[in-house]
């Protein structure tokens, strides 16, 4: 089973996350952990992007939606005595898809620019959504007084077992999302990205196809929406701007779209970069930004393009 290098090397990284507690504490540097929690939540998020975008083609700008519903669900249930993850989490996860299937339904009647547009409208329009519910904090955002409860069986207010969690969530979907590319349904989505019409021809329907993504997708993303809140111990609008979803978008860009270590590698680059630049300088912009042009103009593939082509999804 891991014999192929595109599995060596994510087996590869998986292990150095797996580790990284380990290297942090030896270090004496607890902040670490902090950081690559929150790296690891936005790679599952990232990863359920490249379904639709790596697999399907799909240019999606609604992904910040389903991770701001999974992170609200958390804090609104919080913010009413409900700590309980087997109530919060259900629900989340239920209302990510049920939107996703809404926004997926009317936005994948259309293509190239105009879906993008239509997605960009639902994720602003979500956004405003926020801001003017005043009984949820508004535009301040929602704090959240204590993590998710599992019932005695994980603590998660502990931050090393709340990092490990996070992690082999990100190896369950990790997994779900490689059975997914190399199964049937896979390999015609990836058919249909690249040429729709001769998919059609065979007498297969790639609405239905491309909208079980969307939502398979958008379910997944409302899953590190959850982790992401009680990462923070808040929520706020921020979470569903489109802003949000062009960070997922840039992750993929620098790890390699299409890719089943990109998702992983791209999350982990850029909030590294983010934070390495922010403590040299307050306009770290300014030097992230040529990093990103670059990455566009001399390497397609993103990080993933200097390995292996064997790396590689498919």
């Known amino acids: 089973m891991m014999g192929s290098p595109r599995k060596l090397a994510t087996a590869v990284l998986l292990i150095a996350l797996l580790l990284l507690p380990v290297a942090a504490m030896a270090m004496s540097n607890p902040f670490l952990i902090k950081l690559v929690t929150r790296a690891v939540i936005m790679a599952i998020a990232a990863l359920s992007l490249d379904i639709i975008l790596g697999l399907g083609g799909m240019v999606a700008f609604s992904h910040a939606i389903f991770l701001g519903v999974g992170g609200y669900v958390v804090a609104i249930a919080a913010s009413q005595g409900q700590f309980s993850a087997w109530v919060q989490w259900p629900i989340a996860l239920g209302l990510s898809a049920l939107i996703s299937l809404v926004v997926g339904s009317i936005s994948l009647r259309s293509k190239g620019v105009y879906f993008i547009m239509i997605t960009l409208a639902f994720c602003q329009l979500f956004y405003f959504l926020a801001i003017g519910t005043e009984a949820y904090g508004g535009d301040d955002g929602l704090a959240i007084p204590m993590r998710s409860s599992l019932g005695g069986v994980i603590d998660l207010s502990d931050k090393i077992t709340f990092y490990y969690f996070c992690f082999f969530c990100l190896a ?21 990205s690249l040429n729709e019409e001769r998919v059609q021809a065979l007498g297969i329907s790639t609405y239905g196809y491309r909208l079980t993504a969307f939502v398979i997708a958008g379910t997944m993303c409302g899953l590190a929406g959850i982790l992401l809140a009680n990462h923070n111990d808040f929520v706020s609008p921020a979470l569903l701007g489109w802003m949000q979803s062009g960070d997922l978008i840039v992750m993929l860009v620098l790890g390699g779209i299409g890719t089943l270590v990109g998702p992983i590698v791209g999350a982990l680059f850029l909030l590294l970069i983010e934070h390495t630049l922010s403590t040299v300088t307050e306009h770290w912009q300014i030097i992230l930004g040529p990093v990103l042009v670059l990455m566009a103009l001399y390497s397609h593939g993103g990080v993933a393009a200097f390995l292996p082509k064997g790396w590689r999804r498919g």
């Open 172 to 192: 369950a979907c990790l997994l779900f999302a490689w059975r997914l590319s190399n199964s049937h349904f896979g390999r015609v989505l990836k058919a249909a």
